[in-house]
Structures are given as structure tokens and as C-alpha cells.
């Protein structure tokens, strides 16, 4: 593998129409920010002919658009949907693509949203779903296959017709299918059962490690198995115990049948990855270990094809690239050093520069300096198997995402996602941390308004805590817009990783078991208090937002004596904590996984002690937080005689994916109008 020196071409190479840039200098609108990217999704075939990406025109329609490699400038192929909204596209096959497509359903009803995965032609002539239709199986199977489908297990790089699939519908859970995405015909080559889960192929394309959960003298484990190349029978090598939560996972096969790669914190704070010997059942050595974060983490959870990146090259095919790991952001550490070397001269072309920030681990204590990127950070999207072709995404948390295509030496800006914003316009995010009062510290990220049109603070300020809470930010591009737009207007906004959040060690994880709305409260308050201390928040104009889990801690710092904060804003919040624990008790596996790190404040049983005022609002189509949820707060808040404010968005689902832009800018303007009109005293 040989790659040529680096030639910068700026200026769009593909002729797709975006949206005019507004004029430099002028902050984005809250539609700038929401309306639809005028690319994402771009993926390139395995042998580099072909580009694909999800386009808009207009900010709301979305497209998937086609282009030859080697004619970027020529008309692409364009394919629009009629009946359902695309959210992303990839390639299966060199001329075959997989689409993920959301759509609204009503089952039993109840309107909720799904997402399907359709396999189409580059020209996108049909669309097929992943297994073909059931018939004649009865008016229940037809109904619940609108539910469930096929979930990918490989797409089999070395087979140049099919991919592998588990069926996930009704009566044939567990089933796995061989599946021509050419012909659309499926073989059935193994027999399932619900039973098993998280199959994943060897190097060879052949089924070697599947996981089940059973009990052993009553305590759930998640069992990981292995299927013995000579004599094709599943052998069980190793238990995690859900009460133990320290979940070692297959992320990874070697060229040695015998050798695995797994995840695991090895007992330390950390998830390295690890050779382990099958035969032995024991782990040979370390194959990569960061000293500060989790290895082959994404947001918390292992992800094999995030955690160990291997050739495709026939020449090489299986050999270890690199590795992933999550520090201010995701990263790789490449094994290669021609790809080590092609990074480090794709961020030189691009602009890219680091900053050395003083750290200290909070799962270990360990001080030391992490080299942040410095506005924006690149990364490898896509790329052909022989890796002459490659897609990079430049991106940042005040630059939106740029595409790039390196192809024969030359490096080429195939589009910006929103051309449209202004970065100048936008607040500077940093990567921080600070002291809880119990000692413990807190990993943040602070974005500042721009200062030469805001001055040096203090500044009205937002907390805003993510979902999950087993979950993370990183330092990248907010898809929601909500952190630029209130910091392009003069607000700081603070992101504390409070403990219960996963990707910073399992210390800081495990230290917020059922501490909802007491010690994991506590750090988001000490966040102001922070804030405060550094003259950045001024102390009589800090509010709290948070969606999901962050609405629950909204609801929470409504109702908490602290003074902190002189409203606050409640997303999809899920205040019925006792409903909470006893929805994760009746799950046999949550019983012990989860449902004992639920406990602390039930902001529904305090909703009358409110202090604040409070805006609530929910999608009606929430399968995750019932909408209820929110209408017995609002409800309680308001028969004590507090303010409170509900709304409710039509259509809208729960997750990022079942939001349309419209939805996104319903969700940004309702905020803002909040803050400005009811926030005490006279708007923040």
C-alpha cells in the first residue's frame, strides 16, 4: 500500500445544490441549525467507484445522491422518498446500498415511529427489505414483521453477492440467513433461537462467537461462546454476571483460528483489548491499553467495528489497522504507520492543530496532558477496501461537518453539511474538569460565547446534563444545534460527564448507582458553583436543560432547595423514578444489570415542591418516556399553584432519529421563548 503525496484541492468537486451562506458575522437562526444537512451519510463502495450520501436541496426533503468517482462534476443519480424519511445509507456491495429509512405506524392504537433498512441499486430502481415479506402466515405475523426485521450481522467483505443477517421477526427469532443482495434470496444456514444474540463472523465470513443469558444458581450472566472451527460446536469461554456489570466482549478475530480480541477492564478502570486464547481460555497479552480512556468504547459501549479496524485488502485481508478509543472525542490509533502517516498529513492539509490540556484521570488519579484538537478534529469516514480512496470528515463543535475525498493523491471538499453557518459566529468549546464536593472530579465541556461580541463574562448560563445517564458527550458537532445556538447568543453552557457516565472509567461510571438526583445532582450544581468561582456564570442567570435523562435532572433541580437556578427546562424527562424502578425490576436481566443503580430523588412524588419555573415538553409518539410522564408532572406542578409550562410535539418520537427538522426547530424556539419570558426574574 502506497500513498501518494497529499495535492489540496479546495472548492466543491460534486454538483449538488446547497443552501446559499449567509453573510459572515451573522449568528445562525435556530432553522440554520435544524433544518436538514445539505450532506451527511457518505459512504464509498469497497473498490472506490462510487460515493454515496443522504443530500438535502432545500433543508427539509433529503435525497440519496450517487456519484462516480471519477466524474464528481457529472449529474448524479438521485433518489427521493415519497412515503418515509431517509436517515442514513452505506454500502453493502460495490454497486448495492444499505438505506435506513424512518416512518410513522400505528400498532395496537398507539402511533410510535420505526426505522427499517431497505437493500437497493445505486440507482435505487427497488427497494427490498432485508428478508423478504412473510405470506400466508396469518394477519399477526404480517402486523408484527411492519416491527421486527433482520438485524446485520456482517456484511461479509469477501463475498462479492451476500451478506449475513439474523431474522429479529416474530416465529423465526434467532434464524440466520445467508442474503444475495442481488437476487434477494435469503438461505436459512443456521436454526436459531431468541435465545441468542450478538453473533459475529471470523475473518473467513464464518459464524464463530454468539452470546445468551442465562442464570447460575439465580444470578443473570451474559455468557460469550465460541464456535470450534474443527468440529463446529459452540464452546461457552467466559460469564459476566450482570450484577457484576464488568461485561467482557469478542470485539475482534485474528489470522490464528484460536486468538480472539476481546474488551475487557481487566479489573482496572479502564477497557483495554486484549489477545485471548480460546483453547486456554485465558488471556494471552494486552493488544491496546490507553492509560486515560476506554478502549474500543462508543459512548460507553463496546462496538467491535469501532474497537479493532482491519484491512479488507485482499493482499492482507484481517490484519489489525488500529485501533478505537474514546478520549475528548473518538480516535484511532493506528497500528499502519503509512496510515498513521496519512492522517497526520490530512490533518496538516486541513488545518488541524492541537492543544495541550492538563488532565487528571478521575477513575485513577493520574495527571498528565491530553493533545485536544483545537476547533475541529478529522476523521476517517470511509474508504475502499484498497485504501486509495478515502472519505474524511472534518468537524468540530463550532464547525459543522465538511467531507473530503482523497483520491489519486488529490485531497477534494466534496461538501459542507450546513455551508450556511458562520464558525466565527459560534462559541469556543473546551474539554475541562473540576473538583466535586465529596472530592471526586467532574470531565465537562464549556463552551463560551464568541467574546468580541460578548466580552469576557460573566455570562447567562445553561447546564446542560446529556441523556441516558449511561451515556457521554464528546467534543464534537452538537447534531441538535442546541449548544451553538444559545452560545452564538451570548450564553455559556456547560456539559458535565457527572458521575454515571460511562467512557470515563468504570469509577466515575459506577459512583453514580443510585445517586439519581442526589450525588449525580450534586455534580451538576458544583458545575455552577464552578462557573461561578471562574467569573463565567452569573449566579442570578443560570438555568438548567436537559432531554431524557437530562430532563429528569431538570425536573429534579426544579425541585431541589438549592437556588441555583432560576428555571428550569425538562425534554422527554422521565420523572417517575419509583415507575422507572419498578419497569427495570419485572426485567429479569435489568432486575440485577441496571435497576440497582436506580434510586435517589423521585421527582414525581416532590413534583408540588417545585421552586422554579418549569417548561415540560415530550414527542407524542415517545416510546421510551411515556408522555404521561410528563403530563402527571406538569398536572402536579400546577394543582400546588407553580409554574409550569407543557408541551407536546406532534408526531415526534423519542430519539434523535425520530425527529424531523421541523420538530428540532419547534424544540429550539419553545426553549428559547421560555428563557427569555418566564425564566425569573424577567428572562435569563
Not at 438485524?151 to 451478506?163: E, F, N, Q
Not at 434470496?185 to 443469558?213: H, N, P, T
Not at 490507553?290 to 462508543?298: I, N, P, T
Amino acid at each position: 500500500m502506497k500513498f501518494p503525496r497529499l495535492l489540496l484541492f479546495l472548492g466543491l468537486a460534486m454538483g449538488f445544490t446547497a443552501p446559499l451562506a449567509v453573510a459572515q458575522g451573522t449568528a445562525p437562526s435556530a432553522q440554520d441549525l435544524t433544518k436538514a444537512p445539505a450532506i451527511q451519510s457518505v459512504s464509498i463502495s469497497p473498490d472506490g467507484k462510487h460515493l454515496a450520501a443522504l443530500t438535502s436541496p432545500d433543508g427539509e426533503a433529503v435525497d440519496i445522491t450517487v456519484w462516480s468517482t471519477d466524474a464528481l462534476g457529472a449529474k448524479p443519480v438521485r433518489v427521493r422518498a415519497t412515503r418515509m424519511r431517509f436517515v442514513s445509507v452505506q454500502f453493502l456491495k460495490n454497486d448495492r446500498l444499505l438505506v435506513e429509512a424512518e416512518q410513522p405506524l400505528r400498532f395496537d392504537e398507539r402511533p410510535l415511529n420505526i426505522i427499517k433498512a431497505y437493500v437497493t441499486d445505486i440507482e435505487g430502481k427497488s427497494f427490498q427489505p432485508l428478508l423478504p415479506d412473510r405470506v400466508g402466515r396469518g394477519d399477526t405475523d404480517e402486523n408484527f414483521d411492519e416491527l421486527g426485521e433482520a438485524d446485520m450481522i456482517s456484511t461479509l467483505p469477501r463475498d462479492p453477492r451476500s451478506v449475513l443477517v439474523e431474522d429479529r421477526r416474530v416465529g423465526d427469532e434467532g434464524d440466520i440467513y445467508s442474503l444475495d443482495v442481488y437476487s434477494m434470496s435469503a438461505s436459512r444456514i443456521m436454526k436459531g433461537s431468541e435465545k441468542y444474540f450478538r453473533y459475529q463472523v471470523d475473518l473467513k465470513g464464518e459464524l464463530r462467537a454468539r452470546q445468551y443469558a442465562d442464570f447460575d444458581n439465580g444470578a443473570m450472566f451474559i455468557a460469550q461462546q465460541f464456535r470450534d472451527p474443527a468440529t463446529g460446536q459452540w464452546i461457552e469461554l467466559f460469564r459476566s454476571y450482570a450484577k457484576k456489570r464488568d461485561n467482557v466482549d469478542i470485539v475482534g478475530f485474528t489470522t490464528d483460528p484460536n486468538v480472539v480480541l476481546i474488551s475487557s477492564t481487566g479489573g482496572g478502570d479502564k477497557t483495554g483489548i486484549y489477545e485471548y486464547d480460546v483453547k486456554q481460555k485465558k488471556v494471552i497479552e494486552p493488544a491496546f491499553q490507553h492509560k486515560l480512556f476506554d478502549a474500543g468504547e462508543a459512548n460507553g459501549f463496546a462496538d467491535p467495528a469501532h474497537a479493532v479496524i482491519v484491512s479488507h485488502a485482499a493482499a492482507d485481508y484481517g490484519r489489525p489497522l488500529g485501533f478505537g478509543y474514546d478520549a475528548e472525542t473518538p480516535r484511532i490509533y493506528w497500528l499502519d504507520p503509512r496510515l498513521d502517516a496519512l492522517a497526520k498529513s490530512v490533518d496538516q492539509a486541513l488545518g488541524v492543530t492541537t492543544t495541550p490540556v492538563a488532565w487528571t484521570d478521575p477513575g485513577t488519579g493520574l495527571q498528565s496532558t491530553v493533545a485536544v484538537e483545537a476547533g475541529a478534529r478529522v476523521q476517517f469516514l470511509s474508504w475502499s477496501d484498497d485504501f486509495k480512496t478515502i472519505v474524511f470528515e472534518k468537524s468540530g463543535p463550532r464547525l459543522p461537518p465538511e467531507f473530503y475525498l482523497l483520491a489519486g493523491g488529490k485531497l477534494a471538499l466534496l461538501g459542507k453539511a450546513r455551508p450556511w453557518i458562520d464558525p466565527a459566529t459560534l462559541g469556543e468549546t473546551t474539554l475541562v474538569e473540576y473538583p466535586a464536593r465529596d472530592g471526586l472530579l467532574i470531565p465537562a465541556f464549556l463552551t463560551l460565547p464568541p467574546k468580541g461580541k460578548f466580552g469576557p463574562g460573566p455570562y447567562p448560563t445553561l447546564i446542560e446534563p446529556h441523556g441516558g445517564p449511561w451515556a457521554r458527550d464528546d467534543m464534537e458537532w452538537d447534531l441538535a444545534g442546541w449548544v451553538q445556538y444559545f452560545a452564538s447568543r451570548g450564553y455559556a453552557v456547560l456539559q458535565p460527564q457527572f458521575r454515571g457516565s460511562r467512557g470515563w472509567g468504570d469509577k466515575l461510571w459506577r459512583a453514580g448507582d443510585a445517586q439519581w438526583g442526589l450525588k449525580m445532582q450534586d455534580d451538576k450544581d458544583d458545575g455552577v458553583k464552578w462557573l461561578i468561582g471562574q467569573h463565567i456564570a452569573d449566579p442570578k442567570r443560570v438555568a438548567m436543560f436537559g432531554y431524557s435523562y437530562g430532563g429528569y435532572a431538570a425536573l429534579a433541580a426544579a425541585i431541589r432547595p438549592n437556588g441555583l437556578y432560576q428555571c428550569a427546562i425538562s425534554g422527554a424527562g422521565a420523572g417517575d423514578l419509583a415507575a422507572l424502578e419498578r419497569a427495570t425490576s419485572d426485567n429479569r436481566y435489568e432486575r440485577e444489570y441496571q435497576h440497582p443503580a436506580i434510586g435517589g430523588l423521585d421527582a414525581l412524588a416532590q413534583a408540588k415542591d417545585a421552586k422554579i419555573p418549569l417548561l415540560i415538553y415530550h414527542g407524542d409518539h415517545d416510546t421510551t418516556v411515556d408522555p404521561e410522564e410528563s403530563r402527571k408532572f406538569a398536572a402536579a406542578v400546577r394543582s400546588a399553584g407553580k409554574p409550569v409550562k407543557l408541551v407536546e410535539i406532534k408526531d415526534m418520537g423519542h430519539q434523535y432519529v425520530f425527529m424531523t427538522p421541523d420538530m428540532m426547530l419547534e424544540q429550539l424556539n419553545i426553549i428559547d421563548a421560555f428563557l427569555k419570558a418566564d425564566c425569573k426574574p424577567g428572562g435569563l
